[in-house]
């Protein structure tokens, strides 16, 4: 799920501190922002945007966080909508939205407990990279700004 | 690159397939929710009905009862329906008015019966609220029109008795919402058919009834509160149109004539 890996450079105090911020952003503002899903990734979204002329190491963790966050969105809208209309219109509760909110709750606690580790990690820094969302990140993120 | 396609594709199919195993899972049994709004309904069904039990006058006279109930019988064995959840309560009122409350009471109005001119335009309004009751249309107009939470405080006794008369008076008076009229209609002309009864004359009465509204708009409640009725009209012959069966008459022609002015 998670991997320790070298990072091309020893990143420094200053940006370890920042880095490890983007992940804890993310969790402030999902605590705050409940139940509605968009709070936390709008939250890692401003943070990303004012850190997008940061060193590697840090637009590396903020990339990292803001793809983790968006892919959560989804779930969490659909989730979120779903719970509206069962409140506010004709849909009733049935086995699969329970089976998917059930889902939904085991997706977010497992990248809440991740990202808590991430960010006391990278705080130290050590880089982690992350199952497909480090790869993605790779991929997205390149040295040479 | 591939190999980040490959573990995000395994990401999204960990997540639905996690989703179709555990809604396999009789959840609603395991949280008891079936349970508990069958309780409520069952409360809230008896509450409102108490309201037209006080305010109005039930007709018991044993004709016009086995009447109705040889009509409303014959429909539920034709369409696999339990005879026992549908409650069936005529009251005096010269209203031509029929609607369902939750639980599965049904309430007719005795000028629904006399404004009828045979037993299949009867048994159509009759199928159509049958047909409300089945698809959980009550309970579903309920929750959206007073909320969820103010139903479940009804039901224990927390709502006053005014607001009970007054959620008692808007099942009786407002429609449902136009697909869910729409779908009872459709699943009534089901009814309808399977039980043999010609589905044309229910089509007949909601252009009968669009027709004189505007003549007597005082007792024409069901129509007034079901809107559109010519274009329901039109699209119950529609969807008829393709069905055909044996149509038979349930009552006899005498039964019928005399069920009226009872």
């Given amino acids: 799920m998670i991997n320790i890996k070298k990072f091309t450079y020893q990143p420094g105090e200053h940006e370890a501190e920042k880095a490890s911020n983007s992940y804890l952003m993310s969790l402030v503002a999902l605590i705050a922002g409940l139940p509605l899903p968009i709070m936390n990734l709008i939250a890692t979204l401003v943070f990303y945007v004012s850190n997008r002329k940061g060193t590697y190491f840090v637009r590396w963790h903020c990339t990292q966080a803001l793809l983790s966050q968006l892919s959560m969105l989804f779930i969490n809208s659909f989730g979120f909508w779903w719970t509206v209309s069962i409140i506010f219109s004709n849909e009733i509760i049935t086995a699969k939205y329970i089976a998917y909110i059930i889902v939904a709750l085991i997706f977010n606690i497992t990248e809440f407990i991740v990202t808590i580790y991430t960010a006391i990690q990278t ?23 | 690159m591939k190999k980040t396609i490959i573990q995000g594709l395994i990401i999204v199919a ?4 996690a989703w179709f195993f555990l809604s396999k899972i009789d959840w609603l049994s395991i949280f008891k929710i079936e349970k508990l709004s069958s309780t409520t309904e069952e409360k809230l069904g008896e509450l409102f009905w108490e309201v037209f039990q006080k305010s109005e006058k039930e007709n018991n006279n044993p004709f016009v009862v086995n009447s109705i109930d040889s009509l409303i019988t014959k429909i539920c064995i034709s369409n696999k329906i339990d005879r026992e959840t549908i409650k069936v309560h005529i009251l005096y009122k010269d209203d031509i008015n029929a609607f369902a409350l939750p639980d599965g009471h049904l309430i007719i109005y005795t000028g629904l019966i006399e404004h009828s001119d045979n037993e299949q335009e009867l048994c159509g309004v009759i199928c ?10 009550v309970m579903k107009k309920l929750v959206s029109e007073i909320g969820l939470s103010f139903l479940i405080s009804i039901s224990t006794g927390s709502g006053g008795s005014e607001t009970i008369r007054e959620t008692a008076k808007l099942l009786s008076s407002k429609a449902f919402d136009r697909n869910l009229e729409k779908e009872a209609d459709i699943k009534a002309v089901d009814y309808l058919v399977n039980a043999k009864i010609n589905p044309g004359p229910f089509a007949d009465f909601l252009y009968k009834l669009a027709g004189e509204e505007s003549e007597v708009t005082n007792y024409f409640t069901w129509i007034s509160t079901h809107p559109d009725s ?18 038979k008459t349930i009552l006899t022609q005498n039964t019928w004539q005399k069920l009226k002015v009872q």
Avoid at chain 1, 123 to 143: A, D, M, P, S, V
């Fill in chain 2, 128 to 137: 159509h609220e049958i047909a409300h009751i089945q698809q959980r249309h």
């Fill in chain 2, 230 to 247: 010519k274009e329901r009209a039109e699209y119950i012959v529609e969807y008829a149109k393709d069905k055909t069966a044996n149509y």
């Fill in chain 2, 14 to 17: 960990l997540f639905f397939s």
């Fill in chain 1, 123 to 145: 705080r130290k820094g050590i880089h982690i990279e992350w199952w497909f969302y480090g790869n993605l990140t790779n991929l997205i993120c390149r040295t040479g700004l």
